[in-house]
Every structure is written in C-alpha cells, then in structure tokens.
C-alpha cells in the first residue's frame, strides 16, 4: 500500500456531505476536520472515520522471521496488538498471518512494502482495504453496548476481538489516540456507509457527532 496509490473511503460520499477538510494521507482523501469547534464532541462522543490508516496483511510460514530480520517483533499470542516505534501496530491474527496498521507521517508500511520487493521469502502480501471506524469519548461505551453484545469492559487493552457491531462482523479494539480512549472497529468495506448512519444515529441521542481525524492525530497537521 504505497502512499502512491489513490483510495476512497467506503464512506467518503458520507463525509462529503459535511463540508470536510480534505487531507490526504497514504493515498486517501481523508477528513481532517468537520467543523470548526470538534472538541466538545469528545467530551460525550463522537465518531471519527479512520479508513485512510495503511493496512498491511502478511501471511505466510516465513512472516515471523521475515518480520524479526526487518527488527519487528510479532505478537506471540493469537490476537495481540503490539504498538512498533513510531506509533504503528501489529496483530497477530493466525499462526503465520498479521496486519500491520500504520499512522499519519509513519514509514513502517512503506518501509516493508519496498523490502517485500526485494528480499521476501515465504512471506505473501495480503491486501486489507477494510473499513476502520473510531468511537471516541466517555458514552462510547454505551454506544457499543447497545449494538454489540462485547462490552468495552470486556475488551482488554492490546486484544482484538471478533464480533458483531450491529449485525456486521467486524474486529473490535481499544486504543488510545491524543490522549482519548478509543473503540476502534474493522469490518468490511461494503457495509461503511451502512456502519456510519447506524452509528450517528445512536450517537446523536447522546448529542455527539463526527468529527475528523485531527482531533486524534493533531500532529498530522
């Protein structure tokens, strides 16, 4: 996923409608801010797409080692996140597979995309283009836990789990970004604008919102 090639968001039509700042990042259009005071939506909740975050998926028998020779420790059990130097991650999710997610002005992913290239043996370039939602602030507990039936008390800190968020099988997370503690999901592409309107929807009765992605990466900017 070279920062070259141009993505869209599964739910870049929904962001439009917001009069977004647009930031490019990895090769994404990416909503940077979506009004001129976000902050207070983070004191109840909001919702922050992250999409445009490289993924890179790895399978393969030579994964571990490959990774090991490019000074990257994987994860030793199954499921668990690991954060890399410069604020990437990695989850082991099978015995030779994991994905590696980056983050805005990291060069972990492009890093390991020119050494696949070159010198990879036994090691298979998996492409991840899911979808990848935050839920921020104090009620995002209560929004998950009226649409998944993993409660965020239930998510121990560095451990993916796979489950349901409101219907959809999704990977569900907690990370912290700027200081907020977040519930990240990851599902596939092609339910994001369905995901997004179901999860405004809960939101707005706790009169949060979306906000962009500065608000957790202001360094980004």
């Known amino acids: 996923m070279s920062t070259a090639t141009f993505r869209t968001s599964p739910v870049h039509c929904e962001l439009e409608q917001l009069a977004p700042t647009w930031t490019t990042v990895a090769g994404m259009p990416a909503a940077s801010r979506l009004g001129a005071d976000e902050m207070p939506l983070l004191e109840t909740v909001a919702l922050c797409d992250l999409s445009f975050l490289p ?43 994991t994905i590696i997610e980056g983050v805005p002005g990291a060069g972990t992913i492009d890093k390991l995309t020119a050494a ?76 994001g604008v369905y995901m997004w309107r179901e999860l405004l929807k809960i939101i707005a009765e706790y009169g949060g919102g979306a906000v962009g992605f500065a608000c957790l990466f202001p360094e980004s900017q």
């Open 55 to 97: 993924r890179l998926g790895l399978n393969g028998p030579g994964v571990t080692g490959w990774l090991q020779a490019q000074d990257i420790e994987v994860p030793a059990a199954l499921y668990e996140l690991a954060t890399l130097g410069d604020g990437s991650s990695i989850v082991r999710i099978g015995t030779n597979e």
């Open 116 to 191: 696949l290239a070159t010198d990879a043996k036994d090691v298979f370039n998996v492409t991840r283009d899911e979808a990848s939602l935050a839920l921020v602030g104090p009620a995002a507990a209560e929004v998950l836990a009226q649409t998944c039936s993993v409660l965020v008390r239930d998510l121990l800190q560095q451990t993916l789990v796979y489950t349901r968020v409101a219907g959809v099988s999704a990977a569900v997370f907690q990370q912290e970004l700027n200081g907020c503690n977040c519930v990240r999901l990851v599902f596939d592409p092609s339910y």
